[in-house]
Structures are given as structure tokens and as C-alpha cells.
């Protein structure tokens, strides 16, 4: 791989706020993904950063600093569904390790 | 509908077996990848294909061969030569370069091998 970083695992109370980072080697950088992946099944697609700033989607937002090589995933208002690995991906779809979020009630 | 799609979602062989995977896709994507995901680990690329009769080794290639002589299909075969086959395999594919810069990566629904 690239050396794109992430916490292996983590764990959050339902209705919290939780951020997922990932860092990753900056050169010959294209964008960054994040996926989310249930135990079992196949990953789907989150969301897309190539400019630096956060982007908003409902619940979930991801923020990026390309100078930093530094991203994050926010999850608002957890719900016990969210429970999962968490994937970040740079362009040339190199993945990071994931990260297992655990929801506790 | 379009989609992705990867047969069988299970598979058992034994070993010594070399045995092919299959992915299809009906989405017109250029680029098709290979991934291997081992319990609690993240994905590792395998081998990818960007065009027709084209492809490269990901970062986990030996002991895999792939063929893209279709658009459509990416069939993945585990030889003998992988010292641990067993995983879960999945299949994903992109438009391309001629989706633009922002293309999502699809993916299948996944192939879990068993080597016994």
C-alpha cells in the first residue's frame, strides 16, 4: 500500500458524535474516498474529497487538508446501524485497514 | 438493472485446486479491480484492469492470474502457487479515466473462498 493510517478500531454511544481520521502519504495525490462496510458484505460508497473543506451528506460529512494528507469521516447522531468498519481510500483506490466502529446502546 | 455482480457468493476447494472467480458487469466501466479482504483486515488489491487486455499487478499479485478479454468480465483465478487462498474476494469496477476525475468505485457482492 500507500501508508493511508486509521484506527483499527473504536467505539461511540448511540445518539453521540464520532470522527473517524485517516492519514496518507500526499505524494501524487488524487482524492480520497470513504466507504463503509457491514460485517459480511461489500463496501459502499460514503463520500468523495478532492478539495480541501468539508463535505456534508446528512449524517455523515468528511473533511480533507490535502497539505496535511489528513482526512476525517464525522458520523452525527449514531444510530446502532452504524455500526461498522470504515474505509478510507486514496485515488488509485489504495485502502486503508478500515476502521471497526462499535456502537454501544 | 445494472450492476456488478460476482459468482458464487461461496466456494469450497480443496487444496492444491486452482479455482476462477468470476465478476461481471453490465455498467460500461473501463476499470475493473480485484481485492482480497482477510477477517479484520482492510482490502488489498490484487490485480487491476483499466482497459481491455490490459491489466496490472496490485500489491498482492503472486499465486493470482486474471485475464480481461472482455469488457465486461474480470474472471480471477487462484492458483495453487497462493500459499492462503482462503478470504473473502471482492470485485469492484470504475468508469474510468473517461468518467472524469470523480468516479465511485462499484462493487460486488463478494466471493467467500475456502480452501480446505
Known amino acids: 500500500g500507500q501508508n493511508i493510517d486509521q484506527p483499527t478500531e473504536m467505539t461511540a454511544t448511540e445518539g453521540a458524535i464520532v470522527q473517524i481520521n485517516c492519514t496518507y502519504q500526499t505524494s501524487g495525490f488524487n482524492g480520497l474516498f470513504w466507504y463503509q462496510q457491514h460485517a459480511g458484505e461489500a463496501p459502499t460508497f460514503l463520500s468523495y474529497n478532492v478539495l480541501d473543506g468539508l463535505e456534508e451528506k446528512g449524517r455523515f460529512s468528511s473533511f480533507l487538508s490535502r497539505s496535511k494528507g489528513y482526512s476525517y469521516l464525522l458520523l452525527k447522531e449514531l444510530q446502532m446501524k452504524d455500526s461498522a468498519s470504515y474505509l478510507c481510500?486514496?485515488?488509485?483506490?489504495?485502502f486503508g485497514k478500515g476502521t471497526r466502529l462499535h456502537i454501544l446502546p | 438493472d445494472g450492476g456488478i455482480t460476482q459468482s458464487p457468493k461461496y466456494l469450497f476447494r480443496k487444496e492444491g485446486q486452482n479455482v476462477t472467480l468470476s465478476c461481471e458487469q453490465n455498467?460500461?466501466?473501463?476499470?475493473m479491480y480485484w481485492y482480497r479482504q482477510d477477517p479484520g483486515q482492510g482490502l488489498r488489491l490484487i490485480y487491476y484492469s483499466q482497459i481491455v487486455n490490459d491489466f496490472q499487478k496490485g500489491d498482492i499479485a503472486e499465486g493470482y492470474s486474471v485475464s480481461r478479454e472482455k469488457k465486461e468480465s474480470f474472471p480471477l483465478t487462484v492458483t495453487s502457487a497462493q500459499k492462503n487462498p482462503t478470504a473473502f474476494y471482492l470485485c469492484?469496477?470504475?468508469?474510468?479515466?473517461?468518467?472524469?476525475?470523480?468516479?465511485?468505485?462499484?462493487f460486488g457482492p463478494g466471493t467467500r473462498l475456502t480452501v480446505l
Open positions: 469492484a469496477s470504475r468508469p474510468g479515466l473517461a468518467g472524469g476525475l470523480y468516479n465511485e468505485q462499484f
Open positions: 481510500a486514496r485515488e488509485k483506490i489504495i
Open positions: 455498467l460500461n466501466h473501463d476499470a
